[in-house]
């Protein structure tokens, strides 16, 4: 059983930054696959970034690539997502997941747990 927890969540203006983490309870958290959730009010959970388990690869949404930068620290058993030039319609709950199948799918059904979510609400 893996237990996620995420912080870091907040109101900020557009153009502002934010840096989410997610802390895993798994002493095999270095095995795992880990990607960033988000979901907007009304809308389905999309996906935001992967990461692979020593964190070479790593995939971005086209809606984040290049604003969004996604890393671990295996040591500390944590998932970062770096988020900067952030815009209104990045408002949604956000959730990390982890998984041991393949980080190269990216869907919500691929991954096994899941965090409870924190929020991020950007202002214009």
């Known amino acids: 059983q893996v237990q996620l927890v995420e912080s870091g969540g907040g109101l900020v203006q557009a153009g502002g930054s934010l840096r989410l983490s997610c802390a895993a309870s798994?002493?095999?958290?270095?095995?795992?696959?880990m990607g960033w959730f988000r979901q907007a009010p009304g809308k389905e959970r999309e996906f935001v970034a992967a990461i692979s388990t020593i964190g070479v690869s790593t995939y971005y949404a086209d809606s984040v690539e290049g604003r969004f930068t996604i890393s671990r620290d295996n040591a500390q058993n944590t998932v970062y997502l770096q988020m900067n030039s952030l815009k209104p319609e990045d408002t949604a709950v956000y959730y990390c997941?982890?998984?041991?199948?393949?980080?190269?799918?990216?869907?919500?059904?691929?991954?096994?747990?899941w965090g409870q979510g924190t929020q991020v609400t950007v202002s214009s």
């Open positions: 997941a982890a998984k041991r199948g393949s980080v190269r799918q990216f869907g919500p059904s691929t991954y096994d747990y």
């Open positions: 798994a002493r095999t958290f270095s095995s795992d696959r």
